[in-house]
């Protein structure tokens, strides 16, 4: 770790890490773009938006492992599941479970801004009931876990 931040202090010409990061990482695609500047201008608390920095981890992450099933807690408005959407495994689907209901036209017009968002099931509910009523969800094995919540 001293030897990445001996490089960072180095060579990032006097960046914060994250705007090092941010600028040497791979950028936003179109879909990703616009779900960030429309939850900026639309949704109330837009700083629980996971983010360009964090959504290229969660899709290397997602790319590392190639999961066939993923289930996420905490939908907001979408960026992170079509993050995590771009490493599952072939015929893979991500399942996401948002609390919030007024959010659901907004997260499901995101979705659909990307060929991902086919791979994407989105519950609306309270997610403890739910996983008690529906915990087949989580099967087959090998399911993976993104808690995206509060």
Known sequence: ???????????????TLEEYISVHTTPENEALESITR???VHI??????SGHV???ALSMISYMIRPKRILELGTFTGYSALCLAEGLAEGGKLITI????????TIR???????LGERIELVIG???NILNSQFSILSPSGARLFLNSQ
């Not at 770790?1 to 960046?15: A, T």
């Not at 109330?44 to 938006?49: I, T, W």
């Not at 017009?109 to 060929?115: T, Y």
């Open 44 to 49: 109330l608390n837009p700083h629980m938006l």
């Open 98 to 105: 948002e609390h919030n209901d007024e959010l659901e036209d």
């Open 1 to 15: 770790m001293q030897i990445f931040l001996y490089f960072c202090s180095k060579f990032s010409n006097k960046m």
């Open 126 to 128: 309270d997610a403890i």
């Open 54 to 56: 964090q959504g290229r």
């Open 109 to 115: 017009r995101n979705l659909a801004r990307s060929p």
């Open 38 to 40: 429309d939850t900026h």
